[in-house]
């Protein structure tokens, strides 16, 4: 069982950062994959970035790609995602959540994730 808390959400401008933060309570065993997703209304939640814990291999959603940055402390069972250049289009709830059996097909579909957190709101003015 894993317990996730995002942290780290706001509201900002165009073409500023911002930096979430998702602690993990529970054991984050090696093999895990850790994903961001985010949720805008009325649109599917969608694929941002993943990473798997033991390799540190990141996955990127094209969208975000060059301006989004993944990346995890072991020491502190936390996953960061480093957000720049920020746009209105990046308005949404962002989630993360632990997939147990990640492959490499398989990371960016939510449906394979087995935990989630309660998501935190980002929003981006013009």
């Known amino acids: 069982q894993v317990q996730l808390v995002e942290s780290g959400g706001g509201l900002v401008q165009a073409g500023t950062s911002l930096t979430l933060s998702c602690t993990a309570s529970?054991?984050?065993?090696?093999?895990?994959?850790i994903g961001w997703f985010r949720q805008a209304p009325t649109k599917e939640r969608e694929f941002v970035a993943a990473?798997?814990?033991?390799?540190?291999?990141?996955y990127y959603a094209d969208s975000v790609k060059d301006r989004f940055t993944i990346s995890r402390d072991a020491a502190k069972n936390t996953i960061y995602l480093q957000m720049n250049s920020l746009k209105p289009e990046d308005t949404a709830v962002y989630y993360c959540?632990?997939?147990?059996?990640?492959?490499?097909?398989?990371?960016?579909?939510?449906?394979?994730?087995?935990?989630w957190g309660q998501g935190t709101q980002v929003t981006i003015s013009s």
């Open positions: 959540a632990v997939d147990r059996s990640p492959s490499r097909a398989t990371m960016k579909i939510s449906d394979n994730y087995d935990y």
């Open positions: 529970g054991t984050i065993y090696a093999n895990d994959a």
């Open positions: 990473i798997r814990w033991r390799l540190n291999d990141k």
